[in-house]
């Protein structure tokens, strides 16, 4: 059975900080495949950080500097580390596996007050 399940997000206050966490069934799980997505209000769901074929990462420029993917092979898990938070990160982040576009999370929301 294939499983995304996301968690870490809340309410924080501008400039503050929050750890997603995606714990995911082995078969959907590819290091190099992965990335976070999000989807705010009103607006298209939307590249945010992701890991290359090459190994290494690559960040949407909003977040570059304040994010920082990783993962972990062995607990087929993905993390999203976000500091400095702004109003306008505020969304549903899914973590997703591009290779296999038909799965998705159910996500988790992200608040960020002003």
């Known amino acids: 059975q294939v499983q995304l399940v996301e968690s870490g997000g809340g309410l924080v206050q501008a400039g503050g900080s929050l750890r997603l966490s995606c714990a995911t069934s082995?078969?959907?799980?590819?290091?190099?495949?992965m990335g976070w997505y999000r989807q705010a209000p009103g607006k298209q769901r939307e590249l945010v950080a992701e890991?290359?074929?090459?190994?290494?990462?690559n960040y949407v420029d909003a977040v570059k500097g304040r994010f920082t993917i990783s993962g972990d092979n062995a607990k087929n898990t993905l993390f999203l580390q976000m500091n400095n938070l702004k109003p306008e990160d505020t969304a549903v982040y899914y973590c997703?596996?591009?290779?296999?576009?038909?799965?998705w999370g159910q996500g988790t929301q992200v608040n960020v007050s002003s």
């Open positions: 997703h596996n591009r290779l296999r576009p038909d799965y």
């Open positions: 890991f290359m074929g090459s190994g290494g990462t």
């Open positions: 082995g078969s959907i799980f590819r290091l190099k495949a």
